[in-house]
T-cell receptor
Framework: NAGVTQTPKFRVLKTGQSMTLLCAQD?????MYWYRQDPGMGLRLIHY???????AKGEVPDGYNVSRLKKQNFLLGLESAAPSQTSVYFC????????????FGPGTRLTVT | AQSVTQLGSHVSVSEGALVLLRCNYS??????LFWYVQYPNQGLQLLLK??????LVKGINGFEAEFKKSETSFHLTKPSAHMSDAAEYFC????????????FGAGTRLAVHP
């Protein structure tokens, strides 16, 4: 099993450009999450999904959109990138049978200039 | 609301010395508690978790943590540090909002010197 994978690993955007980050998991997990990691701030939840076709806002959702059209994929979109969105983005997944444990992808390092 | 405080953003120890990383939490419901480790340029890996069974939890790589309800603490320890333990460590508490959501602390970067 590959676990949780993220594409791309690195990306540099110019202010105003758009992009989509892809997260895929092969563990048949119901729950999926997008976080951003910034120095000294730990991980903050952007959006999450509790099942195919569902999404919900997390702690810092502004400037991001998400979609979960297939159970195994969770997409994070930036419609108009801003320098404040320079960060490392992590995707994670989990399921009800494994109380609160989350499984993380390797991360995407995004720089917005 | 739940929250996590990790005391000390940077901790430095000598190889072979005791590692102690502090975590205090706030929770309005009985918590599940986690320690994750992040090695450079990698994702987060679960070290150990407390899920209301034994209060002393043993994890991978010789780490353990003790849940102390009276102190609202879940400190991470390892008797003897190894160079390979150098990483960033995150404490997390379960969110009362369900859906396996977690609240993370700001992280503690552990340096191990010879």
């Amino acid at each position: 099993n590959a676990g949780v994978t993220q594409t791309p690993k690195f990306r540099v955007l110019k202010t105003g450009q758009s992009m989509t980050l892809l997260c895929a998991q092969d563990m048949n997990h119901e729950y999926m999450y997008w976080y951003r990691q910034d120095p000294g701030m730990g991980l903050r939840l952007i959006h999450y999904s509790v099942g195919e076709g569902t999404t919900a806002k997390g702690e810092v959702p502004d400037g991001y959109n998400v979609s979960r059209l297939k159970k195994q994929n969770f997409l994070l979109g930036l419609e108009s990138a801003a320098p404040s969105q320079t960060s490392v983005y992590f995707c994670a997944s989990g399921w009800t049978g494994d109380r609160y444990e989350q499984y993380f992808g390797p991360g995407t390092r995004l720089t917005v200039t | 609301a739940q929250s996590v405080t990790q005391l000390g953003s940077h901790v430095s120890v000598s190889e072979g010395a005791l590692v102690l990383l502090r975590c205090n939490y706030s929770s309005s419901v009985p918590p599940y508690l986690f320690w994750y480790v992040q090695y450079p340029n990698q994702g987060l890996q679960l070290l150990l978790k407390y899920t209301s069974a034994a209060t002393l939890v043993k994890g991978i790589n010789g780490f353990e943590a003790e849940f102390k309800k009276s102190e609202t603490s879940f400190h991470l320890t390892k008797p003897s540090a190894h160079m390979s333990d150098a990483a960033e460590y995150f404490c997390a508490v379960s969110s009362s909002g369900g859906y396996n959501k977690l609240i993370f602390g700001a992280g503690t970067r552990l340096a191990v010197h010879p």
